[in-house]
């Protein structure tokens, strides 16, 4: 079965700075790569995916990944972060099924 | 499409008593998952379903849950009796052949 380690469990950073939240997968298998986004009381939302083609996938909000095969990694990269981006990140893999990370609190401070 | 949706979004009961949530799947997916969600152990998978029939349960935590999924379109999780503990947030999602999950709303259950 596939595991997914999210490295850091929180993240503070001050506004308009650059972050960067890790996730390693390991899978003996194929995988889809997901980041999710939970903001305070409301559920997770899809923030973006990898399923196949570019290894680089981006997000409307200005989040990026990229799927490093050779790494077994799917960082999440935003250049600029605004204080409306403090949430909970998820990392996710999908092959012979579906796991979650333990989740990132990213926390923007003026 | 309506999204995921979950009822009740609120319940509070007291401990021992039954305890229903419901879930809609989106449309047209294959596969339905529960959550839990909470502060100490974070998100929890409990069990999911492909084509309406459990896939995986060893999440479930003991024998007091039980899920049933009697059509494409309808899922419960049914904890009875129910104790403080299993105060959490109840999330049901849907997917399509293993690709993204959508998640519903949510239900908050507390246990008094």
């Known amino acids: 079965a596939q595991s997914v380690t999210q490295l850091d469990s929180q993240v503070p950073v001050f506004e308009e700075a650059p972050v960067e939240l890790r996730c390693n997968y390991s899978?003996?298998?194929?995988?889809?790569l997901f980041w999710y986004v939970q903001y305070p009381n409301q559920g997770l939302q899809l923030l973006l995916k990898?399923?196949?083609?570019?290894?680089l996938v981006e997000s409307i909000n200005g989040f990026e990944a990229e799927f490093n095969k050779s790494q077994t990694s799917f960082h999440l990269r935003k250049p600029s972060v605004h204080i409306s981006d403090t949430a909970e990140y998820f990392c996710?893999?999908?092959?012979?099924?579906?796991?979650f990370g333990a989740g990132t609190r990213l926390t923007v401070k003026p | 499409d309506a999204g995921v949706i979950q009822s009740p979004r609120h319940e509070v009961t007291e401990m021992g008593q039954e305890v229903t949530l419901r879930c809609k799947p989106i449309?047209?997916?294959?596969?339905l998952f529960w959550y839990r969600q909470t502060m100490m152990r974070g998100l929890e998978l409990l069990i999911y379903?492909?084509?309406?029939?459990?896939?995986?349960d060893s999440g479930m935590p003991e024998d007091r849950f039980s899920a049933k999924m009697p059509n494409a379109s309808f899922s419960t999780l049914k904890i009875q009796p129910s104790e403080p503990r299993d105060s959490a947030v109840y999330f049901c999602?849907?997917?399509?052949?293993?690709?993204?999950?959508?998640f519903g709303p949510g239900t908050r259950l507390t246990v008094l």
């Open positions: 999602a849907s997917s399509f052949r293993r690709r993204e999950q959508f």
């Open positions: 899978s003996s298998v194929s995988v889809y």
């Open positions: 990898y399923l196949s083609g570019s290894t």
């Open positions: 996710a893999v999908s092959a012979n099924d579906m796991r």
């Open positions: 449309s047209g997916h294959d596969y």
């Open positions: 379903f492909n084509n309406n029939v459990p896939i995986d």
